[in-house]
Nanobody
Framework: VQLQASGGGLVQPGGSLRLSCAAS????????MGWFRQAPEKEREFVAA????????LYADSVKGRFTISRDNIKNTLYLEMNSLNPEDTAVYYC?????????????????WGPGTQVTVSS
């Protein structure tokens, strides 16, 4: 499975962005999916996860109520809708696919990773 995240960019505080993660090489059927992020000089941290086929979701407390994870299983694509962005959300965002259908907040629960997309929140 190859994953490619897109949709990052520069946005002002309070703004919104929608990240996409397109999968190729193999369908995402039976894979739980997740988003992680890594800010400069910080550890990679969990953002959100969604089960296969999409019934269950899990969010980090820091993004709960502002971010929404979803997936289109026909298009083989994962999404992250981000609203009310603040400078603390600035990071490289990575999408990942697990080797089970369940949600997981642990990076060790994911087998495939994309190269990441930069999100910068600044005025």
């Amino acid at each position: 499975v190859q994953l490619q995240a897109s949709g990052g960019g520069l946005v002002q505080p309070g703004g919104s962005l929608r990240l996409s993660c397109a999968a190729s090489g193999r369908a995402l059927s039976s894979y739980g999916m997740g988003w992680f992020r890594q800010a400069p000089e910080k550890e990679r941290e969990f953002v959100a996860a969604i089960s296969w086929p999409g019934r269950n979701t899990l969010y980090a407390d820091s993004v709960k109520g502002r971010f929404t994870i979803s997936r289109d299983n026909i298009k083989n694509t994962l999404y992250l809708e981000m609203n009310s962005l603040n400078p603390e959300d600035t990071a490289v965002y990575y999408c990942a696919a697990g080797d089970t259908a369940y949600v997981s907040a642990l990076s060790t629960g994911y087998k495939y990773w994309g190269p990441g997309t930069q999100v910068t929140v600044s005025s």
